[in-house]
């Protein structure tokens, strides 16, 4: 009898201990998991401000010539705007206003820094709402809308510059003596705002490259 008892003992104290080492057990694994799901979130925070420094980088990477590149097709765009209004061409200003308008909806801002991207946008916006109405209005309406369109084009090339040198000229007399600017390719004076009237009213202020 004292013996099946020593044995119940010895049995019950090994179902104790691994009790307590199965319980033991499982709290490290627990542990264990926790620490790796801490781990895993802790990756994910650097992993999500590595992509966002990564982006910072792109903006500040951005050297002149790239930006440059990003508003080269609005340019061509707003030059073939002007050439029809020198020559008068109501039609052609026509096309290369909605051609225009496409370039302007199509740029990109996504490289550029969020304050530049802010005020492109609004520059944009702006812009394209006036080469909108060019495609759809007489000369005289495309002129007005070229002076404020002009405007945003310079203020553009403010913030991405250009990829050809271009010629920021000034018209005194145009809107009652208010005065009006325009780019050009070329430093010759070819007033897009009078056309063959007064074609070669106006002077250059200065170059942009």
């Keep these: 009898m004292k013996k099946?008892?020593?044995?119940?003992?010895?049995?019950?104290?090994?179902i104790i201990t691994l009790s307590a080492t199965s319980c033991?057990?499982?709290?490290?694994?627990?542990?264990s998991q926790e620490g790796h799901h801490t781990e895993q979130m802790e990756d994910s925070g650097h992993m999500d401000d590595a992509m966002e420094d990564h982006s910072q980088m792109d903006h500040d990477n951005m050297n002149h010539d790239e930006m440059a590149?990003?508003?080269s097709e609005v340019i061509a765009?707003?030059?073939?705007?002007?050439?029809?209004?020198?020559?008068?061409?109501k039609d052609g200003a026509a096309k290369a206003g909605e051609k225009l308008e496409?370039?302007?909806?199509?740029?990109?801002?996504?490289?550029?820094s969020d304050e530049q991207q802010d005020e492109l946008k609004d520059i944009v916006e702006d812009a394209t709402e006036h080469a909108e109405h060019i495609a759809k209005s007489d000369i005289g309406h495309q002129r007005e809308h070229f002076d404020v369109l002009s405007k945003d084009v310079i203020d553009l090339l403010a913030i991405t510059g250009s990829d050809r040198p271009l010629y920021q000229a000034y018209c005194p007399m145009y809107n009652n003596n208010k005065?009006?600017?325009?780019?050009s390719a070329t430093k010759e004076i070819k007033n897009p705002y009078y056309g063959a009237k007064m074609m070669s009213c106006g002077s250059v202020q200065k170059e942009i490259n």
């Design 69 to 71: 590149m990003m508003s």
């Design 179 to 183: 005065g009006a600017q325009w780019l």
């Design 4 to 14: 099946a008892n020593v044995t119940t003992g010895i049995l019950a104290i090994a």
């Design 24 to 31: 033991k057990d499982k709290k490290k694994e627990q542990e």
């Design 102 to 112: 496409g370039s302007l909806k199509n740029f990109d801002t996504s490289k550029f």
């Design 77 to 89: 765009d707003y030059l073939t705007l002007k050439n029809a209004l020198v020559s008068d061409d």
